[in-house]
């Protein structure tokens, strides 16, 4: 499921978040993915031990932990803490693929299901920077307002076009959701917006109330720990 999620920061949070990054020391992006990303990945990045990785990656997992539709589209298990990465003079990341298994702060295995990009940059600061998406359905491009965000697969086959003009900064993270498959995510998320619309619209209480049951039902049969 590619799905655009607005408002995960409002406009005081991303000055907030760009005065900080703004002034940070990057290092080279190729130093956390593998030989073969490598070969592609052109950009810079907040180091992974860096305090102001941590301190700002706490305002992102807070904004997102008050976001229902976030919520609802991810069902998240587990969270790779937010990293942060600019882009610009050229900086671009060829077509890849996010590693399946990531290593969690605390030692534990996060399995990546859902990849998820929060823009910290609005469309209009930067030339260039598409996050494009390859799925069945052909390729998706996504340039968003800051403090909005993009989830998809992580399996899915994606690029960032080159930065021709500005900066493009960018919050990134992988979650671990309770359900693995996909089209069983989706059918879960389309299941609830009908419920909050029936419910908005004073539909019926009972067939509400079944409805509810439906979905609880599948996610207790679907979900995994």
Same mark, same amino acid.
């Given at each position: 499921?590619?799905?655009? *999620?607005?408002?995960?920061?409002?406009?005081?949070?991303? =000055?907030?978040?760009? @005065?900080?990054?703004?002034?940070?020391?990057? $290092?080279?992006? @190729?130093?956390?993915?593998?030989?073969?990303?490598?070969?592609?990945?052109?950009? %810079?990045?907040?180091?992974?031990?860096?305090? #102001?990785?941590?301190?700002?990656?706490?305002?992102?997992?807070?904004? #997102? =932990?008050?976001?229902?539709?976030?919520?609802?589209?991810?069902?998240?298990? @587990?969270?790779? &803490?937010?990293?942060?990465? @600019?882009?610009? +003079?050229?900086?671009?990341?060829?077509?890849?693929?996010?590693?399946?298994?990531?290593?969690?702060?605390? +030692?534990?295995?996060?399995?990546?299901?859902?990849?998820? $990009? !929060?823009?910290?940059?609005?469309?209009?600061?930067?030339?260039? +920077?598409?996050? *494009?998406? /390859?799925? $069945?359905?052909?390729?998706?491009?996504?340039?968003? &307002?800051?403090?909005?965000? *993009?989830?998809?697969?992580?399996? /899915?086959?994606?690029?960032?076009?080159?930065?021709?003009?500005?900066?493009?900064?960018?919050?990134?993270?992988?979650?671990?959701? !309770?359900?693995?498959?996909?089209? %069983?995510?989706?059918?879960?998320?389309?299941?609830? =917006?009908?419920?909050?619309?029936?419910?908005?619209?004073?539909?019926?209480?009972?067939?509400? #109330?079944?409805?509810?049951? *439906?979905?609880?039902?599948?996610?207790?049969?679907?979900?995994?720990?």
């Amino acid at each position: 499921m590619l799905l655009h *999620i607005p408002d995960i920061l409002d406009s005081a949070q991303v =000055a907030q978040l760009r @005065r900080a990054l703004d002034a940070a020391n990057w $290092t080279d992006g @190729r130093e956390t993915v593998g030989a073969q990303g490598a070969q592609v990945k052109r950009n %810079r990045q907040l180091p992974d031990a860096s305090p #102001l990785r941590e301190e700002l990656g706490r305002v992102v997992l807070a904004a #997102l =932990a008050k976001h229902p539709l976030y919520h609802a589209a991810t069902l998240p298990l @587990r969270t790779l &803490p937010p990293r942060f990465n @600019r882009y610009e +003079g050229g900086g671009e990341y060829g077509m890849h693929v996010d590693g399946s298994v990531m290593a969690l702060p605390n +030692g534990e295995q996060l399995r990546s299901d859902i990849s998820c $990009t !929060l823009f910290l940059s609005d469309p209009d600061d930067y030339d260039g +920077g598409e996050l *494009i998406v /390859s799925d $069945t359905y052909g390729e998706h491009e996504v340039k968003l &307002p800051a403090g909005d965000a *993009i989830i998809y697969p992580s399996s /899915s086959v994606h690029r960032v076009q080159p930065v021709t003009r500005g900066a493009r900064v960018a919050a990134f993270f992988w979650v671990q959701s !309770l359900v693995r498959d996909d089209g %069983r995510r989706r059918l879960l998320f389309d299941l609830d =917006a009908s419920i909050q619309r029936l419910r908005a619209t004073g539909a019926d209480g009972d067939a509400v #109330l079944q409805l509810t049951g *439906i979905y609880h039902n599948l996610l207790r049969q679907w979900a995994e720990s």
